[in-house]
């Protein structure tokens, strides 16, 4: 069966730090990978896409990539802050249809 | 700044009644979603449409219903509402097509509680 998984439900990290949070997937061929952050009580946010034969994307401090062998995505927030404390979530596109978003890591960023 | 705008932030029914969450999005977006998200299950897909009038089912479609009249109005219909539909609801509107590229855009969530 399709899965999508986030393998961490929480991560704490020190501020200053570079967090790193995984998306894996298992009988998907996505187009394309997103990643949205949402903060409690709110809807998800978009931030970045990446594309099957794309590697690597950036955006300020954020940084992701996608290895198509291995099924993974890894999302990167460099110097990381409280202010980027939020759940993030990943999201597969594989083609005519709507996105399946995994559950979500918890991100806490203690200063 | 556009926008995804859910009627409600916080509703609560009682069980069985008839209850009409409204979604409106002023992005000229084709596509409409609507997804419930519960702890531990993440966000599942209930209705969704890619054009006016259209509707399609996803993951978890018993016990709603939706309405497209209008490009920018997505209605989502809780026929009876029942306590295991106590969640927070999320309607998110996207492009077609490359558009995509910008992903969903989500409104703020509809909590509902059946009592």
């Known amino acids: 069966s399709q899965k999508i998984e986030q393998n961490s439900e929480a991560l704490n990290i020190q501020e200053g730090k570079t967090a790193t949070l995984t998306c894996n997937y298992t009988?998907?061929?996505?187009?394309?990978l997103q990643w949205y952050r949402q903060d409690p009580g709110r809807g998800p946010v978009f931030l970045l896409l990446i594309r099957e034969n794309e590697k690597e994307k950036r955006k300020e401090r954020l940084k992701v990539t996608f290895d198509t062998t291995l099924k993974q995505s890894l999302f990167h927030i460099t110097a990381s802050q409280p202010a980027d404390s939020a759940t993030y979530l990943c999201a597969l596109y594989s083609g005519n249809t709507p996105l399946v978003f995994g559950k979500g890591t918890r991100l806490s960023v203690i200063a | 700044d556009v926008k995804v705008t859910q009627s409600s932030r916080y509703l609560v029914k009682r069980t069985g009644e008839k209850v009409f969450l409204e979604c409106v999005q002023d992005m000229d977006h084709e596509n409409m979603f609507w997804y419930r998200q519960d702890p531990g299950l993440g966000l599942r897909l209930i209705y969704f449409?890619?054009?006016?009038?259209m509707k399609e089912k996803g993951d978890i479609p018993e016990g709603y219903s939706v309405s497209r009249e209008k490009k920018e109005r997505f209605s989502l219909i809780l026929e009876s509402a029942s306590t295991n539909q106590t969640s927070m609801y999320l309607c998110?509107?996207?492009?077609w097509g490359e558009g995509l590229n910008y992903g969903y855009t989500f409104g703020s969530g509809t909590r509902l509680t059946v009592v």
């Open positions: 009988n998907y061929s996505p187009a394309y």
């Open positions: 449409s890619y054009d006016v009038k």
């Open positions: 998110a509107s996207s492009l």
